[in-house]
């Protein structure tokens, strides 16, 4: 099965046919995938920030990520699902369009950047937990996330400019 097929395919189920032919389903699943997304890349923004040295330098970036994780983690699962069945509803017109490609390669590099960031700058967290400027390899994971996240909203957009 090639993935043009795969992308026929899911094109074809319940979920993509409702969201795509329904009257209310594509603004309905639009409109809580903008709420997501807002939701989750707003609350990191504001990590990404407090890694960066700029906001709330005063309170310990541990206690930042505990008080904004569980925002993030479930704007996150409503924007990836409710993306999810975005793409089912029109995959294999995203599947070639550039920015969906785009898209998705910058949601992939943000998980390498946030993987790296929790597996190996994360580690050191005892000794710069409380500092106001976190060290350079916390400030670069900051600023490379804001990028990429910004990458993302800006594919997306660009998305439907040129899908429709």
């Known amino acids: 099965m090639s993935a043009l097929d795969a992308c026929a395919w899911l094109e074809a189920t319940w979920i993509a046919v409702l969201v795509r032919e329904s ?15 807002t939701v989750s890349i707003g609350t990191l923004v504001w990590f990404d920030l407090r890694l960066l040295g700029v906001v709330m330098d005063r309170i310990p970036v541990s206690r930042v990520y505990r008080q904004l994780a569980p925002w993030l983690l479930t704007g996150f699962v409503v924007m990836f699902a409710s993306g999810v069945a975005l793409f089912m509803a029109f995959a294999t017109d995203a599947y070639g369009n550039l920015y969906f490609r785009i898209k998705a390669a ?14 190996t ?35 997306g957009r660009m998305m439907s400019y040129t899908m429709f």
């Open 106 to 119: 910058a949601i992939l590099l943000a998980a390498v950047n946030a993987l790296a960031y929790h597996f």
């Open 23 to 37: 009257l209310w389903g594509f603004p309905l699943v639009v409109a809580i995938h903008i709420l997501g997304l």
């Open 121 to 155: 700058t994360e580690r050191g967290i005892g000794r710069w937990d409380a500092a106001p400027r976190p060290p350079a390899g916390a400030r670069l994971a900051g600023l490379v996330s804001i990028l990429l996240w910004v990458t993302v909203i800006l594919s």
